[in-house]
């Protein structure tokens, strides 16, 4: 069986704040670790029946952006659900709620 690796690296500052996030995979074209400005992972606890959630974003991070990442999370959230279960009701309401978010956003921006 193969196996890749993805690693996540948080710098803190004295009060635990990130002030720096890199990540790396084996499988990435980079040989070198890339800087994001947050991080939103879900795990599926299958004998809990829920979602383990860590979210993470570094103190720099402008509002507006943190905003649009979550847009774009739920954007990417409906295609991977359309294509992992063809479910194109929930899909479509997703991507419905992200278009309300983008205009939202453009109304009322940070």
Same mark, same amino acid.
Request: proline letters at 5%; charged letters at 35%; aromatic letters at 6%.
């Given at each position: 069986?193969?196996?890749?690796?993805?690693r996540f690296t948080v710098s803190l500052d004295a009060k635990n704040?990130?002030?720096? &996030?890199?990540?790396? +995979?084996?499988?990435?074209?980079?040989? $070198?670790?890339? /800087?994001?400005?947050?991080?939103?992972?879900?795990?599926?606890?299958?004998?809990?029946?829920?979602?383990?959630?860590?979210?993470?974003?570094?103190?720099?991070?402008?509002?507006?952006?943190?905003?649009?990442?979550?847009?774009?999370? &739920?954007?990417?959230? +409906?295609?991977?659900?359309?294509?992992? $279960?063809?479910? /194109?009701?929930?899909?479509?309401?997703?991507?419905?709620?992200?278009?309300?978010?983008?205009?939202?956003?453009?109304?009322?921006?940070?």
């Amino acid at each position: 069986m193969r196996k890749t690796d993805i690693r996540f690296t948080v710098s803190l500052d004295a009060k635990n704040i990130p002030e720096k &996030i890199e990540w790396d +995979a084996t499988d990435k074209p980079l040989d $070198t670790p890339s /800087e994001t400005k947050a991080i939103s992972l879900a795990l599926w606890d299958p004998k809990q029946k829920n979602t383990l959630r860590i979210d993470l974003w570094t103190k720099d991070m402008p509002v507006h952006e943190m905003k649009r990442f979550y847009v774009d999370c &739920i954007g990417g959230l +409906a295609q991977s659900l359309l294509q992992s $279960t063809g479910d /194109e009701v929930m899909s479509g309401e997703m991507n419905a709620l992200c278009e309300r978010l983008v205009e939202h956003l453009k109304k009322k921006p940070d």
